[in-house]
């Protein structure tokens, strides 16, 4: 009988708080103990940790797995195992791109089902939010979503129908009543319809020009009518994959005058420029856009400045088939579920001199606050639970298309050179990743 079930020996604690070097045991799924005094060898897993950093479990709260109804795309197996060699060991799935789409009880469950005998990591369900469901957010709630995802602009999915501004209205009334939060894709459905009508009567079909028919003035606009509706009806917000510094600052203005709003930036928006897309196709397409190199680094400042609240990695995939031909018909969805931490670090750490307390405040720490799973997730702490990543920050790999569990081997990352390496991931004590 061993006293504990894990040992990390002499490695330097992460938290959002700061960095020890010290040792941590694991007992029943839970941090038991942290110490920088010797501790009793005996566990069934001990991991001399001395030349690496252990950090929270990162938490992605914004993944499409597609399962059920579109798991030929992705699927909880898949995309889960991605997430384990990533770091991550907790994730939110987005309702729509699976079919039925996550809008009532029984689809939530067929989901829940699927997820609960395929993910190897844990996760939560969001619901959707869209004009003809607003009856059934309740039941939803009740289920156990994490909270409720809508669309401004058209989703690219025809059983996942966009909210025009009353159903964000009404719907938020009802999420402000159930005190439940409301995560939003900010495009503008005028300016980008009215945009993409004109780039395709023009027979303009380039790259550039479906960048052009998403610009960041569409963010702006539908950003300032959402924080608008969540200022009236006291609605947490959570606005997602935004782009640019421009669309942060009106975000942060709206937190300083009250409005109860997070804001969620993605890897590759702060990593690719509108050059990569161009130079890579299909596989580098997302909505919004990605954007200039001066947008990039515009980013990384509102970030140090702790203006973004978490990063997400918008993992949404499709098969090599639904990336060819015209760009504005093509899949838009970047593949990148296992690779933020390696972005945060390679392009964050190492090159812009990000702390790894912010990156652990970023993808752990202000997810597992802002939806409610601190201090069990989150966070490095005696009673915790054992949702452990412990990195290699020196070792330098170059991602190849092999490294990949997705279900389709693509991403705009193959060939790019990473440092920092994640070697071990624990979730409550369990070892279900090693490199
Ligand atoms: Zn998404």
Request: with cysteine; aromatic share 8%; net charge neutral.
């Amino acid at each position: 009988m061993y006293v504990y079930d894990v040992i990390l020996q002499n490695g330097f604690i992460v938290t959002e708080k700061g960095i020890s070097k010290g040792n941590i045991a694991v007992k029943n799924g839970k941090i038991s103990k942290i110490t920088t005094s010797e501790i009793n060898k005996l566990a069934e897993i001990h991991i001399d940790a001395s030349n690496l950093y252990i950090i929270p479990g990162l938490i992605d709260s914004h993944v499409h797995f597609n399962e059920p109804g579109r798991t030929d795309w992705e699927g909880f197996k898949s995309g889960s195992k991605s997430l384990a060699a990533g770091g991550v060991t907790t994730f939110f799935d987005m309702p729509l791109n699976s079919s039925p789409p996550t809008i009532n009880k029984e689809a939530f469950y067929e989901k829940n089902d699927a997820g609960k005998r395929k993910s190897i990591t844990n996760f939560h369900l969001w619901g959707g939010l869209v004009p003809e469901n607003l009856e059934n957010l309740e039941e939803l709630l009740n289920c156990g979503v994490i909270g409720f995802k809508a669309f401004m602009s058209s989703s690219g999915i025809k059983d996942f129908q966009a909210c025009n501004d009353v159903a964000l209205l009404k719907g938020m009334e009802k999420i402000a009543q159930l005190k439940s939060i409301l995560a939003v894709h900010a495009e503008s459905q005028s300016i980008t319809a009215y945009l993409t009508e004109k780039m395709k009567t023009d027979n303009k079909l380039s790259i550039a020009a479906y960048c052009h028919s998403r610009p960041i003035e569409s963010e702006i606009e539908a950003v300032e009518r959402i924080l608008s509706y969540a200022l009236l009806t006291k609605c947490k917000t959570h606005i997602v994959h935004v782009t640019s510094s421009k669309v942060v600052s009106k975000i942060n203005k709206a937190k300083q005058n009250g409005v109860d709003v997070s804001v969620e930036t993605c890897p590759h928006y702060l990593s690719l420029s509108i050059k990569d897309f161009e130079e890579k196709g299909a596989i580098a397409k997302c909505a919004p856009p990605l954007r200039s190199e001066a947008e990039i680094e515009l980013l990384w400042d509102c970030l140090k400045r702790g203006e973004i609240d978490v990063i997400g990695s918008d993992h949404s995939p499709s098969p090599q088939s639904m990336k060819v031909g015209n760009i504005f018909e093509s899949w838009g969805g970047i593949s990148g579920a296992q690779t933020t931490l390696n972005v945060l670090l390679e392009e964050g750490y190492w090159k812009r001199n990000v702390s790894l307390e912010t990156i652990v405040k970023l993808t752990a720490t202000n997810p597992a606050k802002r939806f409610q799973l601190y201090p069990e997730k989150g966070t490095i702490k005696v009673g915790s639970d054992a949702d452990l990543t412990i990195i290699d920050l020196d070792k330098t790999f170059v991602l190849k298309k092999e490294n990949l569990f997705y279900k389709h081997q693509q991403s705009p990352f193959i060939n790019k050179e990473f440092r920092g390496q994640v070697m071990y991931t624990f979730i409550s004590g369990n070892l279900i990743y090693q490199a």
